[in-house]
Each structure stands twice: as C-alpha cells, then as structure tokens.
C-alpha cells in the first residue's frame, strides 16, 4: 500500500473523526476562531509533549490528534 492509500484508508477517517469529536466538545469553527497564533501553537505544544515517553499507542493517538488539531488552526486561519 503506498502512503497515500494509507492516508486515504486509515489516517483520513482518524483524523476526521478527531475533529468531529473536537468541535463536538468545544464547540467548532466559531470557537476556533477565538484562538490566537499563541494560543494554536500551545494547544499543539501540549499534545505533542504527551508523545514525550509515551508507548506506541499513546504517540499515535496524540500525532492524530496533533494533525487534527493542525488543520483545525488552519481552517480557523481566516476567520482571525
């Protein structure tokens, strides 16, 4: 499988539902668009620190959550 049928088939689906269950729990775009630069940058700090010692599993749910959390930044980019 090349990486981007791995990304299509399995870090797609992952990282989308990450960011439904995210904007579930925070409350979606309009709150995304109250985050700063600073603000994105710690959130994205934070996540990627819990890689720091962790086993296989933990560092994998974390880099889904830090590419959702990414995009998220991104899609938020206009609106501040």
């Known amino acids: 499988m090349s990486d981007l049928e791995?990304?299509?088939t399995e870090y797609?689906?992952?990282?989308?539902?990450?960011?439904?269950k995210a904007a579930e729990q925070w409350g979606?775009?309009?709150?995304?668009?109250?985050?700063t630069y600073h603000d994105w940058g710690m959130i994205l700090t934070k996540h990627?620190?819990?890689c720091l010692d962790a086993d296989r599993e933990t560092f994998r749910?974390?880099?889904i959550k830090v590419i959702?959390?990414?995009?998220?930044a991104l899609d938020a980019l206009p609106r501040f």
């Not at 797609?12 to 439904?20: D, F, Q, S």
């Not at 979606?28 to 985050?35: C, F, M, V, Y």
């Open 6 to 8: 791995t990304f299509e």
């Open 68 to 72: 959702a959390i990414a995009f998220d």
């Open 61 to 63: 749910r974390q880099m």
């Open 28 to 35: 979606g775009p309009d709150h995304d668009a109250t985050h």
């Open 12 to 20: 797609a689906p992952e990282i989308l539902a990450a960011r439904v």
């Open 48 to 50: 990627v620190a819990k």
